[in-house]
């Protein structure tokens, strides 16, 4: 029989979302697998991982090494006519079978592919979360369909990261002889945090602030993940949002206020410009 003590403690502990973890090896790296799968279980329980892909090509040698390793179930999916992409079917059709199951709380799709979008807005209608994951590159219509999408790049190791950054940079600049937009790496190892980010900042603090001017770290974060899903502050080479306001000190007050009756702070900030 438990006691009143152990089934409060019961009740009061957070729910863990079911999540199934779904990944176009056609558009994901297997570098990032260790440290994807940890930033997922930040999220939840991944109770399914599947991978999608022609599993005979020599193009996915890589993810032959790592799937047994960290238990994900290999799809094989044939590719039966050139130029048409049977992977993406593939995982779309057992979305939606898992979807009809009503088992999951959400899904995490690991893909660049903007084939995907519909796929999240269908789940996000179902009321399930969507988390996705993918470079960069990721067309920006499939990055808001999802609730939350990080950018794989800063799952790389520091120094996988330098050398992709710096491979990719010379080709762009071979190319077009014209030096490409900061990338999300150059932006990590940056001192300066660019214009948008401050636009973003002023948006969030005007939607959510009190009439004295100051937002509570927690309702200025919500805001942001809202309205931009591919904000994360590791993006700007900082660890946690508390890090990256104080880091935005040309714009930001900060200020770091005991909550009443207890020992624990709670970060205020204001724009300079109230």
């Not at 799968?37 to 599947?50: D, F, H, N, P, W």
């Not at 104080?246 to 009443?260: C, G, H, M, P, T």
């Amino acid at each position: 029989m438990l006691t009143p003590r152990f089934t409060a403690k019961i009740e009061t502990e957070p729910q863990t979302l079911s999540l199934a973890v779904l990944i176009d090896a056609d558009n994901a790296q297997a570098a990032i697998i260790e440290n994807l799968l940890s930033e997922i279980a930040g999220l939840g329980e991944a109770t399914v991982k599947r991978i999608y892909g022609d599993f005979t090509s020599s193009q996915s040698n890589s993810w032959r090494k790592v799937l047994q390793k960290f238990a994900i179930k290999p799809i094989q999916q044939f590719a039966y006519t050139t130029g048409k992409n049977a992977t993406d079917s593939s995982l779309i059709i057992d979305a939606m079978d898992l979807l009809y199951t009503r088992t999951f709380d959400g899904f995490c799709l690991v893909s660049s592919d903007s084939d995907f979008t519909g796929l999240a807005m269908r789940l996000r209608e179902a009321g399930l979360k969507v988390y996705g994951f993918g470079e960069e590159k990721t067309p920006e219509a499939f990055r808001n369909a999802c609730h939350k999408f990080t950018f794989t790049e800063i799952l790389r190791s520091n120094k996988q990261d330098d050398s992709l950054c710096s491979r990719e940079l010379t080709a762009e600049i071979n190319d077009s002889g014209v030096s490409p937009p900061p990338a999300i790496s150059d932006i990590m190892h940056s001192n300066e945090l660019p214009k948008e980010l401050f636009e973003l900042f002023r948006s969030a603090i005007e939607q959510s602030a009190t009439e004295d001017g100051w937002v509570i770290l927690s309702a200025f974060g919500s805001y942001i993940n809202k309205v931009k899903p591919d904000f994360d502050p590791r993006n700007y080479g900082c660890k946690k949002l508390s890090d990256l306001v104080r880091k935005a000190s040309d714009l930001l007050i900060v200020e770091d206020r005991q909550l009443y009756g207890s020992d624990q702070k709670t970060i205020y900030i204001r724009s300079k410009s109230k």
